[in-house]
């Protein structure tokens, strides 16, 4: 039996966002293992067929002796594992992973670029040199002849140097939505415009833009709450800090819930999805769900925001950190609920027409068959 072999930075990222791709791979009659620092979401991820290898590895750390040592600890796992393909899902497993297959003779490998996260949100001059740095070494240090790219827009191919209709690359349209798990639902009746924001609350999400376009149309006498969904990662060194949320909570229209497990239910109680984000996504699972509940969203001019909302269309694209833009959308909105009506119908249209876990899996299943497996 073939192997096809995943590496992924935590057991609930790829339990949220990948349980298609294992699916996809045990339909091709493949093995499929995925190799993650396992918390509490391997149940999940084995209940598909899939089996876990736990690796355990510091999100935290920038020192690449500690990315070094687990590069030699995953290639001991690929060696024994022998897989056919080692399927690399984000930056720093393609780093860690790519290294590792290469310690381990693996030909095949698969670099799915989800984003850059601050890497690719910043624009000074360090994060432009460190963006050079990554695209020379993935691909002049680990790229092999039988390496293939999963991109979720087409902007990113071209940080890596890469053409997107290349044959060598793949866009697939995010992680994909289950249509059934994230019904459509009416808009809530009411007088106040309910926003959400559903997202890991770092500063990259442009949270703190978000709060302040409540608080302009607040003050400019608008209706209108913002309800916060979701947990600081504290893993990650640019989460908003916990003091914050508390602060902001305090303030009047605005409200910080903490992580919830039923995203259709937050939808169904809200008006309108907002994600300010400051770039580095892929295209944000957070906006594929919003739309499938029928929901338009605000967003920005950022790789993977722009590529699924069509600004007029299905919410509205604004320029990074434009919080007075953002209020002024969202004045218009609030007055115009006949609007607001017909762009969160577009929104959930155009969600099921490309953007669903069925086609996710047949494009990822035709890479793979491309790849030899199956």
């Given at each position: 039996m073939r192997k096809l072999l995943f590496v992924v930075t935590e057991d609930w990222f790829f339990a949220s966002h990948f349980l298609p791709m294992a699916r996809?791979?045990?339909?091709?009659?493949?093995?499929?293992?995925?190799?993650?620092?396992?918390?509490?979401?391997?149940?999940?991820?084995?209940?598909?067929?899939?089996?876990?290898?736990?690796?355990?590895?510091?999100?935290?750390?920038?020192?690449?002796?500690h990315a070094l040592d687990t590069a030699r600890r995953l290639a001991a796992i690929l060696r024994r594992e022998r897989p056919d393909v080692v399927h690399c899902i984000s930056l720093k497993p393609i780093l860690v992973g790519g290294l590792a297959a290469r310690l381990a003779g693996v030909k095949r490998t698969v670099f799915a670029l989800t984003g850059l996260g601050f890497l690719g949100a910043r624009q000074d001059g360090t994060a432009r040199l460190a963006r050079r740095i990554v695209r020379t070494v993935v691909r002049w240090g680990l790229e092999t002849a039988g390496t293939h790219y999963l991109f979720e827009n087409r902007d990113d191919p071209r940080l890596l140097g890469l053409d997107p209709a290349s044959p060598q690359v793949t866009i697939v349209n995010g992680a994909g939505i289950d249509p059934a798990r994230y019904p459509a639902s009416p808009l809530p009746e009411g007088e106040t415009l309910r926003l959400a924001l559903v997202a890991r609350l770092l500063w990259s999400k442009g949270v703190d833009t978000a709060v302040e376009a409540v608080r302009l149309a607040r003050s400019n006498g608008t209706n209108v709450e913002l309800?916060?969904?979701?947990?600081?990662?504290?893993?990650?060194?640019?989460?908003?800090?916990?003091?914050?949320?508390?602060?902001?909570?305090?303030?009047?229209?605005?409200?910080?819930?903490?992580?919830?497990?039923?995203?259709?239910?937050?939808?169904?109680?809200?008006?309108?999805?907002?994600?300010?984000?400051?770039?580095?996504?892929?295209?944000p699972r957070t906006l594929l769900e919003s739309a499938a509940c029928g929901?338009?969203?605000?967003?920005?001019?950022?790789?993977?925001?722009?590529?699924?909302?069509?600004?007029?269309?299905?919410?509205?694209?604004?320029?990074?950190?434009?919080?007075?833009?953002?209020?002024?959308?969202?004045?218009?909105?609030?007055?115009?609920?006949?609007?607001?009506?017909?762009?969160?119908?577009?929104?959930?249209?155009?969600?099921?027409?490309?953007?669903?876990?069925?086609?996710?899996?047949?494009?990822?299943?035709?890479?793979?068959?491309?790849?030899?497996?199956?």
């Open positions: 996809v791979g045990l339909k091709l009659g493949l093995d499929v293992v995925v190799v993650t620092r396992v918390r509490d979401h391997a149940e999940i991820i084995e209940a598909t067929g899939a089996r876990v290898v736990a690796l355990e590895a510091e999100r935290r750390s920038t020192n690449p002796l309800d916060l969904y979701g947990s600081p990662d504290p893993s990650n060194p640019k989460a908003v800090p916990l003091e914050t949320l508390h602060d902001w909570s305090r303030e009047p229209g605005l409200r910080w819930y903490g992580p919830t497990g039923d995203i259709a239910s937050v939808w169904r109680e809200h008006d309108l999805a907002i994600l300010p984000s400051r770039g580095g996504e892929g295209l929901r338009a969203a605000l967003t920005t001019d950022v790789p993977g925001c722009r590529d699924f909302v069509r600004d007029g269309e299905d919410g509205y694209v604004l320029p990074v950190g434009d919080a007075a833009g953002f209020a002024a959308r969202i004045e218009e909105l609030a007055q115009d609920r006949a609007r607001l009506s017909a762009m969160s119908e577009s929104a959930a249209a155009r969600v099921r027409s490309g953007y669903t876990e069925e086609d996710v899996m047949a494009t990822v299943a035709a890479l793979y068959r491309r790849m030899g497996l199956g």
